[in-house]
Protein backbone atom coordinates (compact mmCIF):
# COMPACT_ATOMS: atom_id res chain seq x y z
CA UNK A 1 0.00 0.00 0.00
CA UNK A 2 0.77 3.32 -0.40
CA UNK A 3 0.03 6.19 0.96
CA UNK A 4 0.56 9.41 -1.15
CA UNK A 5 0.24 13.44 -1.21
CA UNK A 6 0.01 13.86 2.09
CA UNK A 7 2.04 15.61 4.94
CA UNK A 8 4.33 12.95 6.63
CA UNK A 9 6.47 12.68 9.58
CA UNK A 10 9.73 11.53 8.44
CA UNK A 11 12.40 10.40 9.58
CA UNK A 12 14.10 14.01 11.06
CA UNK A 13 10.89 14.30 12.77
CA UNK A 14 9.74 17.31 10.48
CA UNK A 15 6.54 17.00 8.14
CA UNK A 16 7.59 16.47 4.66
CA UNK A 17 5.32 15.80 1.36
CA UNK A 18 6.36 11.96 0.33
CA UNK A 19 4.71 8.49 -0.01
CA UNK A 20 4.53 6.66 2.71
CA UNK A 21 4.57 2.99 1.63
CA UNK A 22 3.95 -0.32 3.75
CA UNK A 23 3.56 -4.20 2.76
CA UNK A 24 3.23 -6.94 5.49
CA UNK A 25 2.58 -4.63 8.18
CA UNK A 26 5.74 -2.74 8.16
CA UNK A 27 6.82 0.32 6.50
CA UNK A 28 8.94 -0.33 3.07
CA UNK A 29 10.84 1.24 0.40
CA UNK A 30 7.90 0.97 -1.82
CA UNK A 31 5.01 -0.97 -3.06
CA UNK A 32 2.59 -1.85 -5.87
CA UNK A 33 -0.50 -3.69 -3.81
CA UNK A 34 -2.87 -0.67 -3.89
CA UNK A 35 -3.17 3.82 -3.39
CA UNK A 36 -4.93 5.82 -0.57
CA UNK A 37 -5.03 9.72 -1.31
CA UNK A 38 -4.09 11.76 1.64
CA UNK A 39 -4.40 14.76 0.07
CA UNK A 40 -4.72 17.77 2.47
CA UNK A 41 -4.05 15.61 5.13
CA UNK A 42 -1.32 14.85 8.01
CA UNK A 43 0.22 11.41 8.18
CA UNK A 44 1.63 10.38 11.68
CA UNK A 45 2.63 7.09 13.77
CA UNK A 46 -0.03 6.10 15.47
CA UNK A 47 -0.70 7.58 19.07
CA UNK A 48 1.37 5.39 22.16
CA UNK A 49 -0.14 6.08 25.69
CA UNK A 50 2.12 5.27 28.42
CA UNK A 51 -0.43 6.05 31.16
CA UNK A 52 -3.92 5.02 30.50
CA UNK A 53 -6.31 3.55 33.48
CA UNK A 54 -8.82 2.31 30.68
CA UNK A 55 -11.26 3.19 28.49
CA UNK A 56 -14.48 2.36 26.42
CA UNK A 57 -16.14 1.19 29.87
CA UNK A 58 -13.20 -1.08 30.71
CA UNK A 59 -11.05 -0.68 33.80
CA UNK A 60 -7.62 -2.62 33.17
CA UNK A 61 -6.97 -2.67 36.70
CA UNK A 62 -10.16 -2.99 38.74
CA UNK A 63 -11.85 -5.68 40.78
CA UNK A 64 -14.66 -4.91 38.89
CA UNK A 65 -13.45 -5.35 35.73
CA UNK A 66 -13.63 -9.38 34.62
CA UNK A 67 -13.33 -9.68 30.94
CA UNK A 68 -10.52 -9.01 28.86
CA UNK A 69 -9.70 -5.69 27.44
CA UNK A 70 -10.37 -5.84 23.74
CA UNK A 71 -13.39 -3.81 24.18
CA UNK A 72 -11.08 -0.73 24.93
CA UNK A 73 -8.03 -1.78 22.87
CA UNK A 74 -10.58 -1.70 19.51
CA UNK A 75 -12.10 1.88 20.55
CA UNK A 76 -8.65 3.22 21.70
CA UNK A 77 -7.45 2.25 18.09
CA UNK A 78 -10.58 3.33 16.34
CA UNK A 79 -9.43 6.69 17.66
CA UNK A 80 -5.76 6.83 16.40
CA UNK A 81 -4.25 4.76 19.89
CA UNK A 82 -2.85 2.16 18.67
CA UNK A 83 -0.42 1.25 21.73
CA UNK A 84 -0.05 1.61 25.15
CA UNK A 85 0.79 0.79 28.49
CA UNK A 86 -2.25 -0.30 30.69
CA UNK A 87 -1.89 1.75 33.84
CA UNK A 88 -2.66 -0.17 37.74
CA UNK A 89 -3.68 2.51 39.90
CA UNK A 90 -3.86 1.52 43.83
CA UNK A 91 -4.85 -2.29 44.32
CA UNK A 92 -4.89 -4.73 47.00
CA UNK A 93 -1.52 -6.71 46.70
CA UNK A 94 -3.16 -9.66 45.65
CA UNK A 95 -4.96 -8.23 42.58
CA UNK A 96 -2.17 -7.66 40.92
CA UNK A 97 -1.61 -10.64 39.86
CA UNK A 98 -4.75 -11.52 38.76
CA UNK A 99 -5.05 -7.87 37.35
CA UNK A 100 -1.77 -8.73 35.42
CA UNK A 101 -2.80 -11.78 34.03
CA UNK A 102 -5.60 -11.04 32.69
CA UNK A 103 -4.94 -8.13 30.55
CA UNK A 104 -2.02 -10.31 29.15
CA UNK A 105 -4.27 -13.12 28.65
CA UNK A 106 -4.80 -12.07 24.94
CA UNK A 107 -1.78 -11.86 23.82
CA UNK A 108 -2.31 -8.74 22.08
CA UNK A 109 0.57 -6.69 21.00
CA UNK A 110 -1.07 -3.03 21.29
CA UNK A 111 -0.14 -3.81 25.00
CA UNK A 112 3.61 -2.55 25.35
CA UNK A 113 3.90 -3.89 29.09
CA UNK A 114 2.19 -2.41 32.42
CA UNK A 115 2.73 1.13 34.32
CA UNK A 116 1.93 0.73 38.03
CA UNK A 117 0.70 3.91 39.65
CA UNK A 118 1.12 3.40 43.26
CA UNK A 119 0.45 1.93 45.79
CA UNK A 120 3.60 3.75 47.06
CA UNK A 121 2.21 7.29 47.00
CA UNK A 122 2.25 9.55 49.47
CA UNK A 123 -1.61 10.02 51.53
CA UNK A 124 -1.24 14.20 51.34
CA UNK A 125 -1.33 14.22 47.81
CA UNK A 126 -3.28 10.59 47.01
CA UNK A 127 -5.70 12.42 44.59
CA UNK A 128 -8.13 10.28 43.84
CA UNK A 129 -6.88 6.81 45.19
CA UNK A 130 -7.85 4.81 47.52
CA UNK A 131 -6.34 5.14 51.10
CA UNK A 132 -6.80 1.85 52.39
CA UNK A 133 -5.03 0.61 49.80
CA UNK A 134 -1.47 2.29 49.94
CA UNK A 135 1.28 0.91 50.66
CA UNK A 136 5.10 1.85 51.68
CA UNK A 137 7.36 1.46 49.18
CA UNK A 138 8.35 -2.54 48.85
CA UNK A 139 9.01 -4.96 46.26
CA UNK A 140 6.65 -7.32 46.23
CA UNK A 141 4.12 -5.27 43.84
CA UNK A 142 6.65 -5.08 41.47
CA UNK A 143 8.01 -8.83 41.48
CA UNK A 144 4.52 -9.76 41.39
CA UNK A 145 3.94 -8.08 38.69
CA UNK A 146 6.95 -8.97 37.10
CA UNK A 147 6.67 -12.57 37.81
CA UNK A 148 3.03 -12.28 36.10
CA UNK A 149 3.47 -10.28 32.60
CA UNK A 150 7.27 -11.88 32.08
CA UNK A 151 8.89 -9.06 33.04
CA UNK A 152 6.71 -6.66 30.96
CA UNK A 153 6.37 -3.67 34.09
CA UNK A 154 8.02 -0.71 32.09
CA UNK A 155 6.93 2.19 34.53
CA UNK A 156 6.42 2.35 38.62
CA UNK A 157 5.12 5.92 39.87
CA UNK A 158 5.89 6.51 43.24
CA UNK A 159 6.24 8.94 45.56
CA UNK A 160 10.49 9.26 46.96
CA UNK A 161 9.73 11.09 50.17
CA UNK A 162 8.48 7.69 51.56
CA UNK A 163 10.50 5.88 54.29
CA UNK A 164 11.78 2.85 51.84
CA UNK A 165 11.75 4.74 48.93
CA UNK A 166 15.41 4.86 47.82
CA UNK A 167 15.92 1.19 48.27
CA UNK A 168 13.14 0.38 46.08
CA UNK A 169 14.08 3.05 43.36
CA UNK A 170 17.83 2.00 43.13
CA UNK A 171 15.93 -1.95 42.98
CA UNK A 172 13.68 -0.89 40.18
CA UNK A 173 16.18 0.70 38.40
CA UNK A 174 18.32 -2.37 38.55
CA UNK A 175 15.87 -4.34 37.24
CA UNK A 176 15.31 -1.79 34.13
CA UNK A 177 12.42 -0.62 35.13
CA UNK A 178 11.71 3.18 34.48
CA UNK A 179 11.03 5.04 38.07
CA UNK A 180 8.64 8.18 37.93
CA UNK A 181 8.07 10.64 40.95
CA UNK A 182 4.46 10.42 41.37
CA UNK A 183 1.34 12.00 44.16
CA UNK A 184 4.41 13.52 45.87
CA UNK A 185 4.83 16.05 48.45
CA UNK A 186 9.18 15.62 48.02
CA UNK A 187 10.83 19.04 48.50
CA UNK A 188 13.62 20.12 45.93
CA UNK A 189 16.13 17.80 47.90
CA UNK A 190 13.94 14.68 47.92
CA UNK A 191 13.26 14.87 44.57
CA UNK A 192 16.82 15.36 43.58
CA UNK A 193 17.60 12.44 45.64
CA UNK A 194 15.52 9.89 43.98
CA UNK A 195 16.90 11.26 39.98
CA UNK A 196 20.36 10.40 41.75
CA UNK A 197 19.03 7.26 42.73
CA UNK A 198 17.64 6.91 39.26
CA UNK A 199 14.52 7.74 38.63
CA UNK A 200 13.86 9.60 35.18
CA UNK A 201 9.96 10.49 35.00
CA UNK A 202 7.45 12.96 37.03
CA UNK A 203 3.94 11.41 36.80
CA UNK A 204 1.50 14.03 35.34
CA UNK A 205 3.10 17.01 35.46
CA UNK A 206 1.48 19.44 37.97
CA UNK A 207 -1.08 17.10 39.50
CA UNK A 208 -1.11 15.66 42.96
CA UNK A 209 1.75 16.92 43.86
CA UNK A 210 3.20 20.12 45.82
CA UNK A 211 2.76 23.81 43.90
CA UNK A 212 6.14 25.50 42.98
CA UNK A 213 6.55 28.52 45.17
CA UNK A 214 9.62 31.15 44.10
CA UNK A 215 10.83 30.32 47.50
CA UNK A 216 10.08 26.35 47.76
CA UNK A 217 10.46 25.73 44.14
CA UNK A 218 9.73 21.75 45.49
CA UNK A 219 9.58 18.98 43.27
CA UNK A 220 8.58 20.77 40.07
CA UNK A 221 11.03 22.82 40.27
CA UNK A 222 13.64 20.05 40.42
CA UNK A 223 11.94 18.30 37.56
CA UNK A 224 11.24 21.18 35.00
CA UNK A 225 14.95 22.10 35.39
CA UNK A 226 16.51 18.88 35.56
CA UNK A 227 17.66 17.21 31.89
CA UNK A 228 17.70 13.93 33.20
CA UNK A 229 13.88 13.97 33.78
CA UNK A 230 10.71 13.23 31.32
CA UNK A 231 7.60 14.98 31.85
CA UNK A 232 4.33 13.41 31.58
CA UNK A 233 1.68 15.75 30.85
CA UNK A 234 -1.92 15.37 30.65
CA UNK A 235 -3.80 17.45 27.55
CA UNK A 236 -7.24 17.57 28.28
CA UNK A 237 -6.38 21.36 29.28
CA UNK A 238 -8.82 20.22 32.65
CA UNK A 239 -6.40 18.64 34.42
CA UNK A 240 -3.61 21.27 33.41
CA UNK A 241 -4.34 25.07 32.21
CA UNK A 242 -3.27 26.04 28.42
CA UNK A 243 -0.47 28.33 29.92
CA UNK A 244 1.34 25.85 32.05
CA UNK A 245 0.72 23.11 29.28
CA UNK A 246 2.83 25.87 27.72
CA UNK A 247 5.36 26.61 30.48
CA UNK A 248 6.32 22.64 31.18
CA UNK A 249 6.64 22.21 27.04
CA UNK A 250 9.15 25.61 27.15
CA UNK A 251 10.99 24.08 30.19
CA UNK A 252 11.58 20.86 29.07
CA UNK A 253 11.70 21.04 25.49
CA UNK A 254 9.83 18.59 23.56
CA UNK A 255 12.21 15.89 23.65
CA UNK A 256 11.72 15.82 27.45
CA UNK A 257 7.73 15.89 26.78
CA UNK A 258 5.42 12.71 26.91
CA UNK A 259 1.82 13.45 26.72
CA UNK A 260 -0.63 10.77 28.37
CA UNK A 261 -4.22 10.97 28.59
CA UNK A 262 -4.30 9.19 32.23
CA UNK A 263 -7.99 8.66 31.17
CA UNK A 264 -10.04 5.23 32.50
CA UNK A 265 -13.31 3.65 32.09
CA UNK A 266 -15.56 6.72 31.31
CA UNK A 267 -13.23 7.39 28.43
CA UNK A 268 -15.88 6.91 25.03
CA UNK A 269 -18.94 6.42 27.68
CA UNK A 270 -22.03 8.97 28.01
CA UNK A 271 -21.36 12.15 30.48
CA UNK A 272 -23.65 10.57 33.75
CA UNK A 273 -23.27 9.18 37.63
CA UNK A 274 -21.31 6.34 37.75
CA UNK A 275 -20.37 3.63 40.99
CA UNK A 276 -16.42 2.39 40.54
CA UNK A 277 -15.05 0.87 43.22
CA UNK A 278 -17.55 1.83 45.60
CA UNK A 279 -17.09 5.49 45.29
CA UNK A 280 -19.55 8.20 43.50
CA UNK A 281 -17.99 9.74 39.90
CA UNK A 282 -19.54 12.12 38.40
CA UNK A 283 -18.38 12.39 34.58
CA UNK A 284 -18.99 15.53 32.61
CA UNK A 285 -16.78 17.98 30.41
CA UNK A 286 -14.32 15.64 29.35
CA UNK A 287 -12.68 14.37 32.77
CA UNK A 288 -14.74 12.80 35.94
CA UNK A 289 -14.19 14.35 39.67
CA UNK A 290 -15.62 12.44 42.92
CA UNK A 291 -18.11 14.39 44.84
CA UNK A 292 -16.04 17.10 46.85
CA UNK A 293 -14.50 18.17 43.48
CA UNK A 294 -11.13 16.65 43.30
CA UNK A 295 -10.41 15.64 40.02
CA UNK A 296 -10.55 11.96 39.69
CA UNK A 297 -9.55 10.97 35.80
CA UNK A 298 -9.61 12.03 32.38
CA UNK A 299 -12.43 11.14 29.89
CA UNK A 300 -10.86 12.49 26.96
CA UNK A 301 -8.56 9.80 24.66
CA UNK A 302 -4.82 11.16 23.72
CA UNK A 303 -6.20 11.83 20.60
CA UNK A 304 -8.21 14.34 21.94
CA UNK A 305 -5.26 15.26 23.75
CA UNK A 306 -3.03 15.77 20.48
CA UNK A 307 -6.00 18.05 19.08
CA UNK A 308 -5.95 20.37 21.87
CA UNK A 309 -2.08 20.54 21.73
CA UNK A 310 -2.88 21.79 18.00
CA UNK A 311 -5.51 24.09 18.74
CA UNK A 312 -2.84 25.19 21.26
CA UNK A 313 -0.42 26.43 18.81
CA UNK A 314 1.82 23.31 18.69
CA UNK A 315 3.02 22.05 15.32
CA UNK A 316 2.14 18.54 13.96
CA UNK A 317 5.50 17.64 14.20
CA UNK A 318 5.74 18.76 17.93
CA UNK A 319 3.01 16.93 18.47
CA UNK A 320 4.13 13.80 17.04
CA UNK A 321 7.44 13.26 18.86
CA UNK A 322 5.39 13.95 22.58
CA UNK A 323 2.84 11.67 21.29
CA UNK A 324 4.62 9.19 19.55
CA UNK A 325 8.13 9.25 19.72
CA UNK A 326 8.64 9.77 23.64
CA UNK A 327 5.91 7.40 24.10
CA UNK A 328 7.51 4.51 22.60
CA UNK A 329 10.99 5.66 24.28
CA UNK A 330 8.97 5.17 27.50
CA UNK A 331 7.44 1.92 26.73
CA UNK A 332 11.01 0.67 25.23
CA UNK A 333 8.84 -0.14 21.91
CA UNK A 334 12.03 -0.55 18.97
CA UNK A 335 9.33 -0.64 16.30
CA UNK A 336 6.43 1.74 17.04
CA UNK A 337 6.27 5.88 17.48
CA UNK A 338 8.15 6.93 14.11
CA UNK A 339 7.48 6.19 10.07
CA UNK A 340 10.82 4.41 9.57
CA UNK A 341 11.92 1.92 7.58
CA UNK A 342 11.21 -1.47 9.14
CA UNK A 343 9.10 -0.17 11.41
CA UNK A 344 5.72 -1.24 11.80
CA UNK A 345 2.95 0.42 9.94
CA UNK A 346 0.54 1.77 12.50
CA UNK A 347 -0.16 4.73 11.25
CA UNK A 348 -3.01 7.84 11.68
CA UNK A 349 -3.91 10.07 9.38
CA UNK A 350 -5.50 13.28 9.79
CA UNK A 351 -7.11 16.40 8.57
CA UNK A 352 -6.10 19.87 8.07
CA UNK A 353 -7.69 20.50 11.68
CA UNK A 354 -5.91 17.47 13.30
CA UNK A 355 -9.36 15.52 13.53
CA UNK A 356 -8.22 11.63 13.11
CA UNK A 357 -9.75 10.31 9.61
CA UNK A 358 -8.32 7.17 9.10
CA UNK A 359 -6.27 4.78 11.23
CA UNK A 360 -3.86 1.83 10.09
CA UNK A 361 -2.60 -0.89 12.44
CA UNK A 362 0.08 -3.21 11.12
CA UNK A 363 -0.67 -2.60 7.72
CA UNK A 364 -4.68 -2.98 8.19
CA UNK A 365 -7.44 0.01 7.32
CA UNK A 366 -9.30 0.30 10.94
CA UNK A 367 -10.90 3.14 9.97
Known sequence: MKIKNGLVFNGQHKMEQKDLCFENGVIVESSLSGEFDATGCYVLPGFIDTHIHGANGIEFYSSEFQGEPTPALDYLTSQGVTSILPTFAT???????????????????????????????????????????????????????????GNKLKIVSMSPELEGAKEVIKSLVDMGVK????????????????????????????????????????????????????????????HVSPPAVKLVVRSKGIDKVTMISDCCFFCGVPEGKYDFN??????????????????????????????????????????????????????????????????????IILDKEFNVKHVFLKGEQIR
Open 91 to 149: CKTEEYAQDTKRLLSTNDDRILGIHCEGPFVNPVRMGGMQPEKLQLPNMEVPNIIQENS
Open 179 to 238: VSIAHTDASYDEALEAIENGATRLTHTFNAMRPFSHRDVGVLGCALTDDRVDCELICDMH
Open 278 to 347: GRVLYVEGGFAKLPNGTIAGSACSLATGAKNMFDLGFKPEEIAVMACVNPARAADAKDRGELKLGYRADI
